[in-house]
């Protein structure tokens, strides 16, 4: 695909990129602004990178001279809201098992508990699955760690922007998002021990006892009766002190009680990731108040993962539990999903677009405690928006623009 | 349209005053949007199916309907023909062991399940014939079978589209070569070796071949009977069809030149390379049937696979496929793989070509399912929508005039959408990436 969005400029200016601190406008036939409906000849005004007007063109007017980008739908920057982009790389070469590169950074097999290990030290902004995925929309992603151990290591919330780690953060100031834990068959599987799920629990709730205590001794108001800095604790001492989170990965329905369980005992906050026997336990999941991030829609139906459903985003929609979709971690052919066509599936089944598109946008904003800034388009929001041809769940569309912080970053269709 | 209307009428007449008992288990499908593939679009289109194959069809005005035919009405509804996936790995059948990279005496059919909930989820993506194929690491990994998903019967021979799998060529040959196939020996350590192996064993095969053809009659002058040898005189005598996994565009050509050496023509599977040689395939009459996939990567052979593969071949002259290699897509989801090839510039038409008529010409049966016209397997589906639309589900799936999914049965319907206990059954299956690495 080499066509191009429709760039027109009023009167004269840059043709190329667009320097931060100009007004930009985009228009689109339909502008969903993520949280409502949607808006027939709608403009998103821009300047600085944020947002500053959004309405139908009747109302919002076009200053002179701006570069306005246009095209028939307009949508909110997409938010994968659990993925291991620049973490697992294209070329799923993995060292430890005797690749000749390395760029599985996701996982560490070393041990099963590792909250230590930092996503922003796995994080390639260049990684090409990056640019994939913002070239199909995608703006904002929570990756670093992925599943398969029982603590993998840290998250963090991500721009698809930049050339380094620091440029992309979301917030320079949290690195740290939320602590990756995984419950089920592939942590079994991938390390001696734990060799069953009780041992698996065991093992988190001992590790957790050792972290309340510490968090206790931290406290203490003689610095010279706080412990010496020990990088497991601290973290684990950060998520009981509820200055980060934990993602817990939980598919089966034993996981995710165990998950409910351990947040129970330990009172810390969390977030439940894959949840594939979650229709079974809706008011379980309801009950303990706990947002879902929703395995990808056309996960393989396997393993712990067996009774997936196209229709469970659906359930979970009814019963009222907070969800965003996710492109999560996969190991082969292809290499990562697209949560675009993850929620497209959504559709397929009968949820409303704009529903759907919330899974992506406002939805999953709101569950990384990030919609103060992203989700949604409207005054003071960062301009982050995609622009498509057509329906953006058709799978015959084409994603023909992409602007992040008012920056367009992707100017050709796929 | 003159001459259609009365063959179609003559056909349908003829059928009905012959042998009423015939017309009686005619049944005829009304209203729908029928793309025969074989010919245009047909609004508000008539199809008559008996006997397992479809009589006539044609606009609903010119198309007549045997006395005492059961009529029913699709008003609203799109059939397509039944999709053929000429790759899949339904059922886990297995292949060739570590023993030998070339094995062609091992057959699919020997450990097909079809009892397999997989074989109901194809049914639920519109797939009604499929090659069942074996893994990729081997050069030579065994003798493919294709399958018609009848749903009724309990062994493999139900399904089965040769009559006697002791004597006829019932499948293909897989043959794979890049990376997938390297390892310690026996196996390859390099591409070069790889296609020397290949080359040494048809070489074989061809002094086998005329130590047959020599001996004639004489059955004390034939050599010892060899199975995999059997196979492979099949091949050079353009029986059974070569379907090879290669990804990179010098592999794809590594097929094509072992292909001319020996004097077949292989299907070439996966192509992810293969718009950077659609001229050459052009050139050499290859077809290609391509998997079409959400990202690149994965492995370092699909780290250039685009969706403009599918339009950068039509436009060379390469006839395209588009496969599952279910478990890499899910088989309910073949449509929407085909979508993605629209996206990147095919037409909705030639999408659903590469769908049908194209694969099953590839698995050399274009001549029995792929198209809706008369005389061919009544193999189709019933769609709420356009083909290539994100909100068409599959609403029915019919196999030789008989219904085999229906989306308003609760047990199709538990396969179709997944839930509990949808793929119960299925066995030990254990996926590259599940664990997290």
Known sequence: MTRRILISVFLLGAAAGLAHGETVAVR??????????????????????????VGPAGEVAIPAGVQVYSGAVVTPGLIDAHATLGTSGIMNSNAAQGASGQDQDQLETSGPIQPELRAVDAYNAREELVDWARSLGVTTAHTGHGPGALVSGQT???????????????????????????????????FRSPGSRPKAIAMVRAELLKARAYAEKRKNADVEKRPGRDLKMEILADLLDKKIRALVTAQTATDILGAIRLGQEFGYDWVLDGAADA?????????????????????????DLKNASFTTAAKLAEAGIPFALQSGFEGYVPKTRLVLFEAAMLVAHGMSTERALQTITADAAKILRIDGRVGSLAAGKDADLVIFDGDPFEYTSHVCGVLIDGVAVREQCR | MKSLRIAVGLLAAGLAGASPGRAEEAVAFRGATVYPVAGPRIPNATLVVSGGKVVAVGPTDAVVIPPGAVVHDLTGRVVIPGLVDTHTHLSGAGGADQSTALDPTVRQIDGVDIRSPQFLKALSGGITTVNQMSGSGHLMSGQTVYLKLRRAGTRVED?????????????????????NSMGDPPFPGSRA?????????????????????AAGKDAGKLPDRDLGMDALVEILEGRR???????????????????????????????????????????????????????????????????????ELRDAGVAVAI??????????????????????????????????LAPARMLGLGDRVGSLEPGKDADFVVLSGEPFAVRSLVQETWVEGKKVFDRTEPADLLVADGGTGAFDGIGEVHLDGEDGR
Request: glycine fraction near 8%.
């Open chain 2, 159 to 179: 399904w089965l589209l040769c009559a006697d799998p002791a004597k006829d060529v019932c499948g293909g040959m897989k043959m794979a070569n890049g990376t």
């Open chain 1, 28 to 53: 689109g036939d339909w502008v969903y602004p993520g949280n409502g409906p949607a808006i027939p000849d709608g403009v998103v005004l821009i300047e600085n990178g944020k947002v500053v007007r």
């Open chain 2, 323 to 356: 496969n599952t290699d279910d478990w890499i897509t899910d088989s309910r989801l073949l449509l929407r793989s085909a979508a993605y090839t629209v996206r990147a510039g095919l037409s909705p038409e030639e999408a659903l070509l590469a769908l049908t």
């Open chain 2, 193 to 213: 070796k790889s296609a020397a192996l290949a080359r040494d064993l048809f070489i074989k095969a061809q002094e086998y071949q005329k130590k047959v053809k």
């Open chain 2, 241 to 311: 069809i070569v379907h090879f996994h290669s990804h990179r565009h010098d592999d794809i050509l590594t097929a094509v030149r072992l292909g001319k050496e020996f004097g077949f023509t292989p299907v070439i599977h996966h192509g992810s390379e293969s718009g950077r040689v659609a001229a050459e395939l052009a050139a050499a009459g290859v077809p290609v049937s391509l998997t079409v996939v959400d990202s690149p990567g994965g492995k370092e052979e699909a780290l250039h696979v685009r969706w403009e593969n599918a339009k």
């Open chain 1, 279 to 303: 229709h079974q336990l809706l008011a379980e999941i309801k009950a303990a108040g706990v947002p879902v991030l929703l395995h990808p829609t056309m996960t393989r139906a396997v393993g």
């Open chain 1, 156 to 190: 963090a919330i991500v721009k698809l922007r930049g050339n380094t780690v620091d440029e992309a953060l979301f917030d320079p100031e949290r690195p740290v998002e939320m602590i990756a834990m995984t419950l089920g068959t592939s942590v079994i599987r991938n």
